[in-house]
């Protein structure tokens, strides 16, 4: 898919640009580079976790409010690969024409975008396993689009707890799957994580 490129993946951040924001798949940019897409239950820490990533400041527009990002957000990293921050599943407070809207954009950019290499799913790590996450996450098996589970907010309480809480979600997960998917805890405010979410997102460029 991406043989007309040649690639240097280098997983120093050199630049993060904001490309564009788009209300549907096919006004996204062009689908001719890797593509790392976020997703989760609003409010879970999508955004914050780009920034973290990028390190590139507020580039991704974070808000204590659930449902702060409402579009398909494109951001060009070393002018090589797409971070994409996606709207929040699961936020009872939009209203239900928002919901019905969402839904539809969120589910056809993911079963059509050719070059999205792998969804990233967070997964608040404080919480038990919701059922959203857990049926989202199979319908992500259904349309047979790969994904890693990203914990957030660990810096939130004790490691302890948090490996509590990734035992609890994988002890679910293997009741419908017969293999883990790749997992990652993280804290977008301690750093947690980040060089082990590059060092993926470099293998997978790497075999591209
Ligand atoms: P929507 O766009 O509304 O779906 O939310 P989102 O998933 O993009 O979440 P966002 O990054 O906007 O963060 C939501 C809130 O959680 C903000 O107040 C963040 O500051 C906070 N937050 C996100 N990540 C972390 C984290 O790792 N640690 C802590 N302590 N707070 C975090
Ligand atoms: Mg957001």
Redesign the pocket.
Known sequence: MFNSWRYDFSMEIKTANFVTSSSEYTQCPPADKPEYAFI?R????????INMITNFGKLAK???K????QLINHFLINEQWYLV?L??YGFAKVSKTQKEQFEPMIKNYIVNRENLTSMMV?IDSRLPPQPIDLSFINWLGEVEIPFALVF??A??QSVNKTQASVAAFKKKILEDWEVLPPYFV????SKTGREELLQYIGEINKQI
């Open positions: 989760g609003s409010n879970v820490g999508k955004s914050s976790l974070i808000s204590g659930p449902g702060k990002t921050d709207p929040g967070l957030t907010k810096d939130k993280t804290s977008a405010s």
